[in-house]
């Protein structure tokens, strides 16, 4: 077909999609390509796409309908049913449905509520279940609860915050200087606590710097109504690598991070409901 002539094909603006679906007369294209654009929404504008014309932005292909690539599609349902994996890393050349694969898997996804805040907010109604946020962090697993806690202390003034920051060093610490600065300017809604596992003096270096790991102990001098917070955990935990190493060696792996800081809450009563993790190997 040569681009120089005008083919009429039997299609009417109706059936693609156009808003002048009065007119009974055929489209005219000049090209395979762009009759295809027609049909496929390719050839809409940004103008078109900003009216009401009901079409979607994203038209995800179903999941179900991928043929072939059986080992990625199982890797990918294996990440869902099971976190523990530690995610899929797809790589292949363009066009093989890597995105296609990902994007599909949104309809198989349970619905949750999300915050659409920008730095991550706390649930709109958290103010009336508890007044007390407690965070326990350890190395960069402080990022998303700094994040929080930024936030929550401008925009949500009934809640109370403890910040128990774990880290090797006292240089180790992230966001040492803004949190103290929050600390300063929030004193009643901000208790600020460092405990140092390799530090050789950290009593020297302030009242609010403790020497070890999190312990149920600390956790209870500063949290006295564990039942009554909301917490959330950040930092190392036991990774499927480790996991398969000990496997090989016929021992149980050795707790990490987060496992010790659960087993700590745990013992002090806290039901799984009551907090939020995340982990990172």
Not at 28 to 44: A, H, N
Not at 119 to 124: F, R, T
Not at 265 to 272: E, H, S
């Amino acid at each position: 077909m040569e681009n120089s002539e005008a083919v009429e094909f039997g299609l009417n603006e109706a059936s693609v999609g156009q808003s002048e679906a009065s007119d009974p007369s055929p489209v005219q294209v000049r090209s395979l390509k762009e009759l295809l654009d027609r049909i496929t929404g390719r050839g809409i504008t940004t103008q078109q796409l900003a009216e009401e014309s009901g079409l979607a932005e994203v038209l995800p292909f179903p999941f179900l309908a991928l043929v072939g690539q059986h080992e990625m599609k199982l890797a990918l349902l294996l990440s869902l049913i099971n976190p523990l994996v530690g995610g899929v890393l797809l790589i292949g050349p363009r066009g093989t449905g890597k995105t296609t694969a990902v994007r599909s898997l949104a309809d198989l996804l349970p619905e949750v509520p999300r915050s659409l805040c920008y730095y991550g907010c706390l649930p709109e109604d958290i103010e009336s279940k508890t007044d007390h946020i407690v965070h326990v962090c350890a190395g960069s697993g402080s990022v998303p609860s700094f994040a929080i806690l930024k936030h929550s202390l401008v925009t949500q003034q009934k809640l109370r915050h403890t910040f128990i920051y774990s880290n090797r060093t006292w240089d180790d610490v992230i966001f040492r200087d803004q949190m103290n600065a929050l600390a300063a300017a929030h004193p009643d809604r901000f208790t600020l606590v460092h405990t140092l596992t390799r530090e050789p003096n950290a009593a020297a270096l302030g009242h609010d710097v403790r020497s070890g790991r999190v312990s149920e102990e600390l956790i209870a001098e500063f949290v006295p109504q564990p039942s009554e917070c909301r917490f959330f955990v950040c930092g190392p935990a036991i990774s499927a690598w480790d996991r398969s190493a000990a496997k090989e060696k016929g021992i149980e792996p050795q707790p990490r991070f987060m496992e010790s800081v659960l087993t700590s809450l745990r013992a002090l009563g806290v039901n799984k409901n009551q907090f939020t993790r995340e982990s990172f190997g």
